[in-house]
């Protein structure tokens, strides 16, 4: 009994796959006042109308010249991290408190940054990505500095 029960309950599951079957429930509405959700780079969004960071912001960041009593934290490689966030960042488990540093390219390139913690990979925000002329679909290596 209980199989032939199970194999029933299972033909609820299976009709969902047939063409024509029920269709995918309807976007949820957004609520009056929300706000609409940033736009990704998929979505005909390109990454210079993505990145909100002045030109004057990217040179003076760029400009930036290595602080005394910089700490070197490590090498990591880096993937694009939301271009939805603003700012010149890197999130990475190398730091554990935020602050201000700086990134090396392995070209000699280097950026200075916000450093804020995060686990798992590390990502560098659009902006760092643009200023530095790296690809967006690279892992570039880089190093980590903290002031």
Known sequence: MTLALTAVSGCA??????PG??????????APGAT????????????????TTTAAQKQAALAAPAASGERELGKVAVS?????????????ALVTAPGK???????????AVDLLPGQGSAQ????????LGLPLTALPQVTVFAN
């Open 13 to 18: 599951v299976l009709d969902r796959f047939r």
């Open 21 to 30: 079957a029920a269709t995918a429930p309807a976007a949820p509405v957004a």
């Open 36 to 51: 609409a959700p940033a736009p990704v780079l998929g979505a005909g969004a390109t990454a210079a109308t993505l990145d």
């Open 80 to 92: 694009l991290g939301s271009p939805a966030e603003p700012g010149i960042w890197l999130r990475s």
């Open 101 to 111: 540093g700086r990134v090396l390219t392995a070209s000699g390139q280097s950026v």
């Open 124 to 131: 560098l925000s659009l902006a760092a990505f643009v200023a």
